[in-house]
């Protein structure tokens, strides 16, 4: 990116009231999942053909769970490699007339919209990426916001949760499908590879794990 902007303590909201628990859960971070379908593995020169983002909330219990899914099928970039390989493995067809696929800028702007208005209802001071192998998905958000010069991204540029590492740890499975198992949550495979369903189903497995350890003793601290 061409820039960064780092957190810093006097990035903290300031509140006339007490903050919501989230606001203290992950050091002033809001999850958010997200999942990316693309036409390759390289971010600067692969397209970007879905993105998905699930927002993460808290309850009163401080207990989370995913809340709002927003979803859109992307149009590649003018010059964007798409590999034929890549669209087998996710059945995605380009030429679809029902695909619907809107501007990598339009895709950004209408989530990143979102998601603001979630950092602030939760008292956070910015996003986090949660995401299965979250370094692929930040990747290619990053390289699209580069491209689309978008200013205003809510989302940390480097720091993110990864729940194929979570779930390693959790239940000794790093494939989504088989995390997801482990940690008793439903997964079809039929519904694999789309972003929506992928972004979901992520978000449960966060959810899931992130769960267990505060009813472990976990959080928040005593």
């Given amino acids: 990116m061409s820039e960064f902007e780092f957190d810093t303590e006097d990035q903290q909201p300031v509140s006339k009231g007490p903050k919501p628990p989230m606001a203290y859960r992950f050091r002033g971070f809001l999850p958010v999942v997200i999942d990316v379908e693309t ?35 992307v149009e ?32 950004l702007m209408e989530i990143f919209k979102h998601v603001r208005k979630a950092v602030k209802s939760a008292g956070c001071n910015r996003a ?9 998905d930040l990747g290619f958000l990053n390289a699209a916001v580069e491209r689309t010069q978008i200013k205003r991204n809510p989302f940390h540029p480097f720091s993110c949760f990864d729940t194929a590492t979570l779930g390693g740890l959790a239940f000794g499975q790093t494939v989504l499908a088989k ?17 929506r369903y992928d972004t979901e189903k992520t978000a449960d497995l966060f959810c899931s794990i992130v769960n267990r350890w ?8 005593e």
Avoid: Q
């Fill in 39 to 73: 036409g390759g593995f390289n971010s600067a020169t692969d397209a970007l053909l879905e993105i998905a983002a699930t927002i993460i909330e808290m309850d009163e219990e401080g207990m989370i769970y995913p809340s709002e899914t927003h979803f859109f099928r």
């Fill in 179 to 195: 995390a997801c198992a482990a940690a008793d949550i439903e997964f079809d495979g039929r519904e694999a590879h789309s972003a």
């Fill in 128 to 136: 986090v990426l949660v995401g299965h192998n979250a370094f692929f």
């Fill in 76 to 107: 590649p970039f003018v010059g964007a490699n798409v590999e034929p390989a890549a669209l087998e493995f996710t059945g995605i067809k380009l030429d679809h007339p029902l695909r619907m696929a809107v501007t990598e800028e339009h895709a």
């Fill in 214 to 221: 505060r009813e472990m003793g976990g959080w928040p601290p």
